[in-house]
């Protein structure tokens, strides 16, 4: 079994954090390269050094819903605030009439 960041038992179906940038996933794989553990995330289908990630316990899991009961993708409003904030304004982007 990988070990995580913290030197926490990562097993597959867990649940964790890439360090580096927040990315959540459950763990869907794991493998040891030249000495080197990695795990396979289900959100990217990424592989990522296990100590560069931590276990999530269940308060840290966030099943996000809306009142109709539709799933909140969190992923996909990171990558929408990503791409909300490289967008660029310019200063004659509208010009009132008159």
Not at 8 to 24: E, P
Not at 28 to 56: A, F, H, M, P
Not at 58 to 87: H, P
Request: net charge negative; charged share 35%; aromatic share 6%.
């Amino acid at each position: 079994m990988a070990l995580d960041a913290r030197n926490m038992q990562i097993s597959l179906d867990s649940h964790v954090r890439y360090v580096d940038t927040g990315t959540l996933g459950q763990v869907i794989d794991e493998k040891i390269t030249d000495g080197v553990e990695w795990v396979k995330l289900d959100k990217t289908g990424l592989w990522y050094q296990s100590n560069r990630v931590e276990l999530l316990g269940e308060k840290d899991i966030k099943k996000g819903s809306w009142a109709d009961g539709k799933k909140v993708d969190v992923e996909d409003l990171k990558d929408k605030a990503l791409n909300f904030e490289e967008l660029e304004l310019s200063s004659d982007a509208c010009n009132g009439g008159g």
